[in-house]
Nanobody, 129 residues
Framework: QVQLVESGGGLVQAGDSLSLACAAS????????MGWFRQAPGKEREFVAS????????TYADSVKGRFTISRDNAKNTVYLQMNSLKQEDTAVYYC??????????????????????WGQGTQVTVSS
């Protein structure tokens, strides 16, 4: 099982940018699709973005398309989420997730929490008006 540690959350104002990082342990990072999810108080965990093995395939939730960018550096075992033009409704705990290695199906196949096997502890992002 891979261990995931998120960093980079914080308090920002609407319109600002913030970058999250997720460092993964182990030697199988480049064989795993990766994703970001978020959960606001009282709401279910929702998909934000996913990325394929090499980083060439990405999928985004409609709510963040054009504002957020997911990327990965396999040499550093790290996946990133660059968030621009942040809105109050982006306020949530953001979670990094890793799929099981093998049988990769394209990033668009990884949009549900059940598509992922390992989760980080989450990092809080708060956007004020």
């Amino acid at each position: 099982q891979v261990q995931l540690v998120e960093s980079g959350g914080g308090l920002v104002q609407a319109g600002d940018s913030l970058s999250l990082a997720c460092a993964a342990s182990g030697r199988t990072f480049s064989s795993r699709a990766m994703g970001w999810f978020r959960q606001a108080p009282g709401k279910e965990r929702e998909f934000v973005a996913s990325i394929g093995l090499s980083g060439g395939s990405t999928t985004y939730a409609d709510s963040v398309k054009g504002r957020f960018t997911i990327s990965r550096d396999n040499a550093k075992n790290t996946v990133y989420l660059q968030m621009n033009s942040l809105k109050q409704e982006d306020t949530a705990v953001y979670y990094c997730a890793a799929a099981m290695p093998g049988s990769y199906r394209g990033s668009s196949a990884y949009t549900s929490p059940s598509d992922f096997h390992s989760w980080g502890q989450g990092t809080q992002v708060t956007v004020s008006s």
